[in-house]
C-alpha cells in the first residue's frame, strides 16, 4: 500500500524557517519524482516545487523561488521541504504528493498534509 | 506559465441533476507526440487530500464512480458529474502536467441546490 506521510508544520514568524519530511512506503522511491503542493483557503491548490526521481533537477514556483529548497533521501525514503524567509503568505497546508510516472506524470498518491502558520 | 482557468467558481446543482465544470489552459497540453492531453481532475474534501479523479483528460482513475467524465483536447476541458449525489459536494480542480512547472486551476465549488 502506497503511504506518504507529512511532518514539521507548525507556527512560525514571519522572516522564520521551517523544514518539512515526507516519509514515504509501498513503491520504489527512487523511481518517481515528488512534489510539494500546498492548500490556502484564499488561493486553492497551488503546486509548489517538484523533485526528479534521481534528484538530477529540481523545480520551484516563482511564488517559493529562492527560499524554498527541496531534497529527497534515497536512504531514508524521505522527501523534504526546507522553507526559509517565511511570509504570512506562505501559511497552507502543505502535502507531499507521488507522481504517477517518473517523468511527466500526475499526482496519483497524496500525503494527509502538515499545517504551516506564519504569523507574529 | 500555462494558466489554467475553471469556470464557474461554484455552482449549485441539484440532488440527481447534471453538474458540468470547465477548464481552459493557456496553451495546448496536447502532446503531438503521444496524442495524449497531460490534463487532470482532483476532487478536494475538507480535511482530506485531494482525490484523484480522472487523467489523460478523460481515463477515469481506479475506484471512481461511473457518474464522473472528463472530455476535451488541446486547450479546452469538461469534467461532468452526471447525476450529482450529496458525497460529490467538493472543490474541483483540473492541473496540468505538460510543463515541469505543475500549475492548478482555481476551483469550481460544487453544492447542493
Known amino acids: 500500500e502506497v503511504q506518504l506521510m507529512e511532518s514539521g508544520g507548525g507556527l512560525v514568524q514571519p522572516g522564520g524557517s521551517l523544514r518539512l519530511s515526507c516519509a514515504v512506503s509501498g513503491f520504489t522511491f527512487s523511481s518517481y519524482a515528488l512534489s510539494w503542493v500546498r492548500h490556502s483557503p484564499k488561493k486553492g491548490l497551488e503546486w509548489v516545487s517538484r523533485?526528479?526521481?534521481?534528484?538530477?533537477?529540481?523545480y520551484y514556483a516563482d511564488s517559493v523561488k529562492g527560499r524554498f529548497t527541496i531534497s529527497r533521501d534515497s536512504s531514508k525514503n524521505t522527501l523534504y521541504l526546507q522553507m526559509n524567509s517565511l511570509r504570512v503568505e506562505d501559511t497552507a497546508v502543505y502535502y507531499c504528493?507521488?507522481?504517477?510516472?517518473?517523468?511527466?506524470?500526475?499526482?496519483?498518491?497524496w500525503g494527509q498534509g502538515t499545517l504551516v502558520t506564519v504569523s507574529s | 506559465d500555462i494558466v489554467m482557468t475553471q469556470s464557474p467558481d461554484s455552482l449549485a446543482v441539484s440532488l440527481g441533476e447534471r453538474a458540468t465544470i470547465n477548464c481552459k489552459s493557456s496553451?495546448?497540453?496536447?502532446?503531438?507526440?503521444?496524442?495524449?492531453?497531460?490534463l487532470a481532475w482532483y476532487q478536494h474534501k475538507p480535511g482530506q487530500p485531494p482525490k484523484l479523479l480522472m487523467y489523460w483528460a478523460s481515463t477515469r482513475e481506479s475506484g471512481v464512480p461511473d457518474r464522473f467524465s472528463g472530455s476535451g483536447s488541446g486547450t479546452d476541458f469538461t469534467l461532468t458529474i452526471s447525476s450529482l449525489q450529496a458525497e460529490d459536494v467538493a472543490v474541483y480542480y483540473c492541473q496540468q502536467y505538460y510543463t515541469t512547472l505543475r500549475t492548478f486551476g482555481q476551483g469550481t465549488k460544487v453544492e447542493i441546490k
Open positions: 504528493a507521488k507522481e504517477s510516472v517518473a517523468v511527466m506524470g500526475y499526482f496519483d498518491y
Open positions: 496553451q495546448t497540453v496536447l502532446y503531438s507526440s503521444s496524442k495524449k492531453n497531460y
Open positions: 523533485i526528479t526521481d534521481s534528484s538530477s533537477s529540481t
